[in-house]
């Protein structure tokens, strides 16, 4: 039987949970045809009904219970972020432990992490409440409320091809270890972006490990891998794949821009596996972060998701192409849902003794391929999906092996793909983006780890960096000197 497709495309975004994205998706509130679920199928998604309290324990909706709500801001939280660290996952997770606290601690994390971190601030009830906002999928009132902010782009997506409502992030913790497990299957036992006790954080330790990737795995079979990210530029910000990943180089894997993602999409010459990286910090030739990590506006990264839909549906190879939609973490928004039991990946020592034994949070998904009916709500044969389902995927269509015991038993995605070729193209229409520019916010927390790991990996002490544009002078200044990281 000949394989349902040749070309793999791959857009990992930041820091948002199924519930917060997604979970809307379908819900009687909502307009036609987001009011009711396709073909009777199962969805799992938030409902008006779900809360948490002031306190990370289990319990009813009281007075002190945060409900989960529709977002009216694009930009959410408003200001400080919120706490996703691999101990605050935990108690957003856990709770406090007793029965009924599961899924209850996201509310009293956010509140504990401002006032260790903002001791002289009084915290509103707007700012507790922000890890149950959630985006809807299309403007529109109910019961004399909003207009709320739509997350038209991956919604409209959602609907026309399919949803996953069971991807977890393969780690309860950050962005690091979990980009780690979708390109290597693992995170080599860390749970942190930066090394344990380090003060100021240090980011050594990722330049020790240097377990194989899948873009490994695809070159020893003589296969094609991209890695498509930023605008170019002399002071464009290097990919953080390369950062995390040693056995990336640059002389194997040679960085391209997403202009030129266009142009390979557009001329019919995409390789086998694409992998699409945001841009993080933006650069300084003036392009904005579009990777969604809060407190940006998600409309930058909608617009990232149209633009990457519309290059590869204009290409002919469109009807033998996988196009994979996913988030690396959940960022601290509520998701309802208790992760499931994980496979490890590796038996050694790991930071805080963790076992990697449970997935972290749902994270928002869609798969899109003209081999799926619209309205699909996928959930494969294993029951539920993580990031090495990429690895997966990949390795059983070009049958290489495996990286970890973690992918070895995860999912293939191409069981969402049917033998029948649609010959639509739904229209995703362009996202309208914000007449003022924010361009120079506050670094957020992954932006100084990112930039901290930048210098680790070329032995340069970080300056002291406050806003975007002082990133994008430290990087420019850098490029001139020095381009390929000491590992």
């Excluded at 994270?363 to 081999?371: C, G």
């Amino acid at each position: 039987m000949a394989a349902k497709f040749d070309h793999i495309v791959v857009l990992m975004l930041e820091n948002r949970s199924f519930d917060h994205m997604l979970g809307r998706l379908y819900h009687h509130d909502n307009p036609d045809p987001y009011h009711i679920v396709p073909r009777g199928q199962s969805f799992d998604g938030v409902s008006d009904d779900m809360f948490n309290n002031l306190l990370p324990t289990g319990g009813t909706a009281t007075s002190s219970a945060v409900k989960a709500h529709r977002a009216i801001n694009f930009a959410t939280p408003v200001k400080w972020d919120i706490d996703h660290s691999f101990d605050s996952v935990k108690l957003q997770i856990n709770g406090t432990a007793p029965p009924g606290s599961e899924m209850k601690g996201f509310v009293a994390s956010r509140i504990a992490a401002l006032k260790s971190s903002q001791p002289t601030h009084t915290i509103t009830q707007a700012e507790m409440a922000e890890p149950m906002a959630g985006f809807s999928p299309t403007t529109h009132n109910v019961s004399g409320a909003g207009p709320f902010s739509a997350a038209t782009v991956i919604n409209t997506l959602a609907l026309n091809f399919a949803v996953c409502d069971n991807w977890y992030a393969s780690v309860p913790g950050p962005t690091f270890p979990n980009r780690s497990f979708l390109h290597a299957g693992t995170s080599n036992g860390f749970v942190s972006n930066s090394d344990p006790g380090s003060n100021p954080s240090t980011f050594k330790k990722w330049s020790t490990k240097h377990a194989p990737t899948i873009f490994n795995r695809l070159k020893d079979a003589k296969l094609k891998a991209n890695i498509y990210h930023s605008h170019g530029g002399p002071g464009a910000f290097p990919a953080l794949v390369y950062e995390l990943h040693p056995t990336i180089t640059k002389a194997d894997f040679p960085p391209q821009t997403f202009e030129q993602f266009r142009s390979d999409a557009s001329n019919g010459t995409l390789p086998e596996y694409s992998f699409i990286e945001p841009e993080i910090a933006g650069s300084d030739t003036n392009w904005l972060p579009n990777d969604q990590h809060p407190a940006r506006d998600i409309r930058y990264g909608e617009d990232l998701i149209q633009q990457t839909y519309q290059a590869i549906t204009s290409h002919k190879n469109w009807a033998n192409t996988l196009f994979i939609i996913t988030y690396d973490e959940h960022g601290g928004f509520f998701d309802h849902r208790y992760p499931p039991d994980a496979v490890p990946p590796d038996l050694g020592v790991s930071e805080e003794n963790y076992r990697f034994n449970q997935y972290g949070v749902r994270v928002p998904a869609v798969l899109i391929s003209p081999r799926i009916p619209a309205g699909t709500i996928f959930h494969p044969d294993s029951g539920h999906v993580d990031h090495t389902a990429v690895i997966r995927t990949i390795c059983k269509r070009w049958n290489l092996p495996v990286l970890t015991t973690r992918d070895a038993v995860a999912c293939d995605l191409s069981e969402v793909l049917t033998d029948t070729v649609r010959t639509d193209i739904p229209t995703i229409p362009k996202v309208q983006l914000p007449a003022n520019q924010p361009n120079n916010l506050p670094l957020n927390d992954l932006q100084r780890d990112y930039l901290g790991l930048i210098a680790d990996n070329r032995g340069i002490k970080l300056p002291h960096l406050e806003t975007e544009n002082d990133a994008r002078t430290f990087m420019a200044k850098i490029a001139k000197t020095i381009v390929e990281p000491a590992l």
